[in-house]
């Protein structure tokens, strides 16, 4: 197996390799997030109190690891989104594996084995890295970096490998490659009304704890507490698993009676394959989703004057996460981006022929990115404002003005979301003009 | 109507094109024909404006349309051109409705006349009962009349089409140039197919053979003359307008 996949990695087209890096620095990041997290929680800082600012005292070191521990989904999502990228040319050469005499699972495996070859180049590199930066602070700070934590390192790396490999695993799950050499793309699944059964019951549970005025009926004061967790968790999931949905509705409704060609086109495209912007822009959901609650926690404490530095440090800590989930999610919607061109691109080249000007074909990317975007960043940050402002309506209720102040980080952090997919598609224009040629239709 | 003055065309070391010269006048039904690769759909994409000649000049009612940029192009194909391809080429995400009202609404016509349009043409094709499926869900014969619909729709004057039977059988293949000659004349619209098959050709009042890059026989109405047992103006029945 090792020497086949060696063997293809030698042929690999210009794109493929493309991917194969890409997916390799994703590996990288998401290895130095992870070993970080772990290492995070084993600092002895409490003899040098006051050294490295927050990370001295315990809890908000957890607070750290754990938001650098979340810091990599988006990265896991970049690696799965990237690991799409040049699917024509890797299902030719599943194709041509079966005509080898390749069984459909070795097939499948082979797929696996590339990815998970990328991943490990790239974790390997940001193992490494990390390592190096761990024995540099250890020689500068002593005993309060120990050594230790540094052996989940190994464990991280394989962690990072197999979700590599599995990644791989999943992109080709559609993909039926025949000994004819046909490759075969199984319909996936649309999405479906019961994606939204976890958004009702986290939504169930909340109102239920909320309403119950700190009691809920099981477990009373500690259920209501574990309701409100969980309502909030399952939310959070429940909204990821509906994206899908929500894009198809927004797109169908964007498409029915417009009378603008480059909406209707773009508002059909993602309609007929909204998995494939849910998966882009699920994380950018998320990011807006804890953004927009941090923002409403924050708006309560905008009118303090007494906020201590501890607090500001922290708050700082979290926008630099968030912009780090932002920027980490639209290098997903730029792979996405890439691989919606090369599915596109026939289409795109026969309208160009046809006498649309390529200009009318770039707002096309633009309303895509605007029609997909736009409610999922919507609904996200209503859901992470609104539990927030819910939870802490007492409080609110204390301070006017704070509720006006938690709408409009909502609402920016919405804009933001859709903001970062809509200059992803304009970036993408001068892609365009380069890719449609006209001159490629010739038959003979 | 038409016309090319000696084209010259490459692609990297293959001569597509040897100093080919044709006239095509208004109204005229004509066949391009030759072997695979002698520069038949490359012909058409310059005279259709989607590829500027190396060296040549096209005219199109008396006006240079290969010195002119590429946004003056694209309008002038949109205004006046229609295209047919050999796989219809039919956008998949739209239904057939929609791919005959798109270039409509590109065009800058309102939604209800774009769609009372295409309504029409999807009507005149015989394929109005598909109008709501996509391209996956029609049959080869449907899914190219969809794209003669979507050629027609804007009422072109000029109609280029590159082997429009060529992934079709026989009998889709006939029904679809019948049809598609038939909207031609009715419409008085130039029509220029390019094929290799002497069938299609047979519709066409002139051949023009091209054979390495070079026009060898029917360059001009003068020269080409009426292709033998041309069924075309028994097809022009066919689409009642």
């Known amino acids: 197996m090792i020497t086949v996949v060696r063997m293809l990695a030698r042929g690999r087209s210009r794109r493929e390799r493309a991917r194969g ?116 602070a250890r020689w500068s700070l002593g005993d309060v970096v120990p050594v230790r934590p540094l052996l989940w390192t190994p464990v991280v790396l394989a962690a990072v490998v197999l979700g590599g490999a599995l990644s791989g695993l999943r992109a080709g799950r559609h993909v039926v490659a025949s000994p004819l050499g046909v490759v075969r793309r199984a319909r996936p699944r649309g999405p479906r009304a019961r994606d939204l059964a976890l958004v009702a019951l986290g939504v169930a549970l909340l109102a239920a704890a909320l309403t119950g005025k700190g009691r809920f009926f099981l477990g009373g004061k500690y259920g209501a507490v574990v309701a409100i967790a969980a309502g909030a968790v399952l939310l959070l999931f429940g909204l990821v698993l509906a994206t899908a949905l929500l894009i198809r509705m927004a797109a169908r409704r964007a498409g029915r009676g417009t009378s603008a060609p480059e909406t209707l086109l773009a508002a059909r495209m993602v309609e007929a ?163 449609v040629r006209p001159e490629e239709l010739r038959t003979g | 109507m038409l016309e090319a003055r000696t084209l010259r065309k490459s692609f990297g070391r293959t001569t597509a094109l040897d100093g080919a010269s044709v006239e095509i006048g208004e109204g005229e039904v004509v066949a391009v024909t030759g072997p695979s690769g002698s520069g038949k759909s490359t012909l058409l994409h310059c005279l259709a404006g989607i590829i500027r000649p190396e060296a040549g000049e096209v005219l199109f009612a008396g ?100 082997e429009p039977t060529g992934a079709l059988d026989s009998l889709a293949g006939e029904r679809v140039m019948g049809e598609l000659v038939g909207a031609a004349r009715e419409s008085r619209a130039t029509l220029v197919v390019v094929t290799h098959d002497n069938r299609v050709a047979a519709y066409a009042d002139r ?19 009426t292709a033998a047992g041309t069924p075309g103006e028994a097809a022009a029945g066919g689409v009642s307008r």
């Open chain 1, 273 to 435: 394959d909204p998995r494939a912007w849910a998966r882009a822009l699920s994380v950018v959901g998320l990011t807006v989703f804890f953004g927009s609650a941090v923002g409403a926690q924050q708006a309560l404490t905008v009118f303090q004057s007494d906020l201590t530095a501890f607090q500001v440090a922290s708050y700082a800590l979290l926008y630099l996460a968030l912009l780090t989930a932002m920027v980490t999610s639209a290098g997903a919607l730029v792979a996405h981006q890439a691989e919606a061109l090369l599915d596109h691109r026939r289409s795109f080249t026969v309208l160009a022929a046809s006498g649309v000007p390529v200009p009318a074909l770039g707002r096309v990317l633009t309303r895509q990115a605007l029609v997909a975007a736009l409610p999922v960043c919507v609904v996200s940050a209503v859901a992470g404002a609104g539990v927030v402002v819910l939870l802490l309506a007492e409080l609110y209720a204390r301070r006017p003005g704070a509720l006006a102040v938690s709408v409009a980080g909502a609402a920016a952090m919405a804009g933001i979301g859709v903001l970062a997919a809509v200059l992803v598609a304009r970036a993408a224009r001068p892609i365009l003009r380069r890719w």
């Open chain 1, 21 to 136: 890096r890409l997916m390799a620095a994703g590996a990288a990041f998401a290895t130095v997030l992870l070993c970080a997290a772990a290492h995070l929680t084993a600092l002895r800082l409490d003899a040098r109190r006051g050294a490295l600012g927050v990370l001295t005292e315990k809890e908000p070191r957890l607070m750290v690891a754990l938001t650098l521990a979340l810091l990599a989904v988006p990265a896991a999502a970049f690696i799965y989104q990237v690991s799409r990228l040049a699917t024509a040319t890797r299902e030719r050469r599943l194709a041509a594996l079966r005509l080898a005499g390749a069984t459909p699972r070795e097939v499948r495996l082979t797929g696996a084995a590339e990815s998970g070859w990328s991943a490990l180049a790239g974790g390997s590199l940001g193992a490494a890295a990390y390592l190096l930066a761990a024995l540099v």
């Open chain 2, 63 to 162: 006006r240079r349309l290969d010195t002119l940029d590429e946004d003056a192009r694209t309008r002038l194909r949109r205004e006046n051109f229609g295209v047919v391809f050999q796989f219809g080429e039919l956008v998949p995400e739209l239904t057939a409705e929609e791919n005959v009202v798109l270039p409509l609404l590109f065009g800058g016509r309102g939604r209800r006349e774009s769609l009372q349009a295409a309504r029409s043409w999807l009507e005149r094709l015989d394929v109005a009962d598909c109008a709501g499926q996509r391209p996956a869900e029609l049959s080869g014969g449907q899914l190219q009349r969809v794209a003669v619909a979507r050629a027609l729709a804007a009422e072109p004057r000029v109609i280029f089409a590159d």
């Open chain 2, 207 to 225: 051949e023009i053979a091209l054979r390495d890059g070079r026009v060898v026989a029917g360059a001009t109405a003068a020269t080409g003359g």
